[in-house]
């Protein structure tokens, strides 16, 4: 009896020993460390934290390769050419400005126009600051020669140099057919400014400096290269001939500055120049007296 009783107890202590292993969420407390405790706190909450600085990187890296989050890093190729673009490039632009008139006429006065029409239909020549207008209006080509006069100034104090001064010719056909009309009537004078010379007949032609004269006092010839700034402009004028085409033609005028160098193209307002022959035309001048064209005398 006494037996019995000692072996029921035995088992009732075993099972209390077994219960008391449990958790309160009834799982093992053996178990635990083997299953549990990584899938919980060891399986989920590392995995964040291993990919969540992958965006955060890939953002950063992104960014400053396009320039949204680091515009000055020497990383960002669209922001460094921008700033390498505005050092190159003065304010305004060019370092220097310049301007052309085409109709300028020799000594003021003397120059002529082909026209294909009669004179009859031709208005009476222009003052010589009216010439370009009236040249539209009558369809009119420069005949035998065109000066060009080019107007080039710096935009600040520092020098710019003209480095050189090239003709182009992109056209040559025969002379055109028409008229000659002649704006001068016998005018001359004392100074003949100095002044480049173009032969537009010659395969090649090119610039060449002449010398002028102030009153039989010589005008040295000017030569490039040149020194232009805001203080000191200088004009170059041009005088282009042709005896036996019509030419087409522009200038270009090379520079340098401050390390920088160029090169403008001087044409018509964007459209070549263009000289005619006069050879073997009929030629008229204006009678301010009968206020009509008649035979050049």
């Known amino acids: 009896m006494v037996a019995v009783l000692l ?7 075993a099972l209390d020993t077994d219960r008391g292993g449990r ?7 053996g178990a635990g460390p083997g299953t549990s405790a990584p899938a919980d706190p060891r399986g989920t909450s590392p995995a964040p934290t291993t990919t969540s600085p992958s965006p955060s990187t890939s953002k ?47 000594e003021g006065c003397g120059h002529d126009y082909v026209i294909n029409r009669p004179p009859a239909q031709v208005a009476p020549p222009p003052p010589a ?21 080019v107007t080039v100034q710096g ?65 040295p010839a000017m030569r490039l290269p040149y020194r232009v700034s805001a203080e000191d402009p200088e004009v170059l004028l041009v005088t282009a001939r042709t005896a036996g085409c019509a030419c087409d033609w522009y200038l270009e005028l090379d520079w340098s500055s401050q390390g920088r160098t160029g090169t403008i193209r001087i044409d018509d ?27 050049y005398a």
């Open 23 to 29: 958790g309160a969420d009834g799982r093992r407390t």
């Open 60 to 106: 950063s890296h992104s960014k400053s390769e396009d320039g949204s989050t680091k515009p000055s890093s020497p990383q960002d190729g669209p922001t460094t050419g921008a700033q390498s673009t505005q050092k190159g490039k003065p304010v305004g632009g060019l370092p220097l400005t310049w301007s052309a008139d085409s109709h300028v006429w020799a």
């Open 269 to 295: 307002d964007g459209r070549p120049f263009r000289t005619t022959a006069i050879k073997g035309l009929p030629r008229y001048m204006y009678d301010t007296e009968a206020r009509e064209w008649g035979p």
């Open 7 to 13: 072996a029921t107890l035995g088992t009732l202590a």
């Open 129 to 149: 600051q009216d010439a370009r207008t009236w040249a539209g209006a009558q369809g009119a080509v420069h005949g035998r020669e065109t000066i060009v006069r």
């Open 155 to 219: 935009r600040t104090s520092t020098a710019v140099v003209l480095e050189a001064l090239r003709v182009r010719v992109v056209g040559r056909t025969a002379p055109l057919k028409g008229n000659a009309y002649a704006m001068n009537q016998g005018c001359g004078g004392a100074l003949t400014p100095r002044f480049f010379a173009v032969d537009l007949d010659k395969d090649r032609p090119i610039a060449r400096p002449m010398a002028g004269s102030d009153a039989g006092t010589p005008i």
